[in-house]
């Protein structure tokens, strides 16, 4: 099937019999064009189906009016819901938003931000890929060009970086405690990549609070999740039980492999939370959709996704010299019935 030709400004000049530039001024409603032209000019342009190129325009007149924004993913509810207040602040403001994803990939994040780039948006935001260690060259080449960055949620070791992140080790801290004041002392932990700056501040806030309430930070304790997957959580409870590891706790640095815990010790016939009580990270809507409901540190997504723009837009609005500290956003922690294990 053919595909039709977008109509342009050329060829509305063309079946009109005149100059291009006469058909752009009439567009604009330019002062110099009679009312006569510009409504012939606007019938023509309806009869066949014309639709400005605004990224164009914006591009000529030296500024795109589009934010870039690189995700890992948007699978489950965390990074959908920061797109969400993205968006949402973004578009009061005036400004259109390019959407990638790495797909936890560093060399498509690359490629990403060689697009956004070429496309000259005005302003790249990013959370970075669980593949991105040292390798952060491209967000290098982004500020030698001048084009603000900021970063959110999983954020790259540079010097002088921009970047929106909640308080990890807090929310880790709080959930934990909350455990141990529920009576667990064999309190197990899904790790993720300790490269990222969310996973390690997780995994730090659990051993702070371990050592604050004097209980030993087992490493028999600790399971390096292989991939933030349902099934590397079944794996990672399926160890712990199979080596009769003592547990009567897991908190989790993130919500699906909890999930898959879960599945393992229903299936064992252990009860949660009487057996062992479960907390993790993040608010995901199914979370509170599971037998128990799990307890969970809310990440508010979308406040980090506003806060993450409203930051970019004071970078274009000042100027390469301003470079603000990191907003650290305050967890909430959601007792729910999955780790009320005192009095059961």
């Known amino acids: 099937m053919a595909i039709s030709k977008r109509t342009s400004i050329a060829d509305i000049a063309e079946q009109l019999g005149i100059s291009t530039s006469t058909v752009s001024r009439a567009l604009s409603d330019h002062a110099g064009i009679s009312e006569a032209t510009k409504e012939r000019v606007r019938q023509m342009a309806q009869q066949l189906s014309y639709r400005p190129n605004l990224l164009a325009a914006a591009l000529r007149k030296g500024h795109s009016q589009t934010l870039g924004v690189i995700v890992p993913h948007i699978r489950g509810y965390f990074f959908p819901a920061v797109m969400n207040g993205i968006e949402n602040v973004a578009s009061q403001a005036g400004f259109n938003v390019m959407m990638c994803q790495s797909n936890e990939d560093v060399r498509r994040e690359q490629q990403n931000i060689d697009t956004l780039l070429a496309a000259q948006v005005e302003g790249i935001l990013v959370s970075l890929s669980a593949t991105t260690h040292q390798e952060v060259q491209h967000f290098e080449q982004v500020r030698q060009q001048g084009t603000p960055l900021v970063f959110f949620d999983r954020a790259a070791d540079l010097a002088d970086s921009t970047a929106v992140v ?4 807090q929310g880790a801290y ?20 300790q490269h990222l700056n969310t996973s390690r501040n997780r995994y730090l806030g659990y051993q702070e609070a371990l050592r604050a309430h004097g209980l030993p930070a087992n490493d028999d304790l600790v399971y390096a999740l292989p991939a933030m997957t349902h099934e590397a959580g079944r794996q990672g409870m399926e160890q712990f039980l199979n080596r009769h590891t003592p547990l009567d706790a897991l908190f989790g640095a993130y919500a699906i492999p909890t999930v898959g815990a879960l599945e393992v010790l229903n299936e064992r016939g252990l009860r949660v939370p009487q ?3 479960l907390a993790c990270f993040s608010n995901e809507p199914f979370t509170n959709m599971t037998h128990p409901r799990l307890t969970v540190v809310n990440q508010r997504a979308e406040q980090m996704g506003e806060t993450a723009v409203r930051l970019l837009l004071q970078l274009l609005k000042r100027g390469p010299s301003y470079t603000p500290p990191p907003l650290v956003l305050k967890p909430e922690l959601i007792v729910r019935a999955s780790s009320l294990h005192k009095g059961w």
């Open 174 to 193: 709080q959930a934990v405690t909350h455990l141990i004041e529920q009576g667990c002392q064999h309190i197990a932990h899904f790790a993720g990549p």
């Open 166 to 169: 909640l308080d990890d080790f």
């Open 275 to 277: 057996d062992v009580a």
